[in-house]
């Protein structure tokens, strides 16, 4: 069994964030430390603890995390401008939280998407 982290009693609001979105399938929460003006988690309610652990049964929760990026970031005002969504794996990914999770950032110009 995956070990749970911090985002499951997120998304079961056993602990504060600012929840902005969910539903039976995903959860949406603003970064605890926001890299950007508009930083926004959105989490699958599952746990699946990286990309390696993708299967096919969540294909409806990663679909879901597309469409509520979309809206939060029309909500947000950024849509026009634009805006990165990030899924960080494993070690080399920089991946902190072993929930996956989708970063929705923007606000800003972001600059270029690695380091050169
Ligand atoms: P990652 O490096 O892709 O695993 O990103 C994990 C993200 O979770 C980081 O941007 C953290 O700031 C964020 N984070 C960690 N704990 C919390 C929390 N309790 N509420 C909101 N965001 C969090």
């Known amino acids: 069994m995956a070990q749970e982290t ?22 949406a929460f603003r ?4 890299r950007a003006p508009t930083h926004i988690l959105i989490v699958p309610n599952v746990l699946i603890p990286t990309a ?3 299967e096919a049964e969540h294909e ?21 401008n634009g805006y990165r969504l990030i ?3 494993n ?10 999770h989708m970063h929705l ?3 800003k110009a972001l600059g270029p998407m690695l380091a050169r």
Not at 31 to 34: G, T, V, Y
Not at 65 to 78: D, N, Y
Not at 91 to 100: A, D, I, N, R, W
């Open 105 to 107: 950032v923007g606000g």
């Open 60 to 80: 409806a929760a990663l679909g879901r995390l597309f469409t509520v990026a979309r809206k939060l970031a029309a909500e947000a005002g950024i849509a026009q």
């Open 52 to 54: 390696n652990d993708v």
């Open 87 to 89: 899924v960080n794996c």
């Open 31 to 34: 970064d605890i430390h926001p």
């Open 6 to 27: 911090i985002f499951s009693k997120i998304i079961r609001r056993e602990i504060p964030a600012e929840v902005l979105y969910q539903d039976e399938l995903v959860t």
């Open 91 to 100: 070690e080399h990914g920089g991946q902190e939280v072993f929930h996956l």
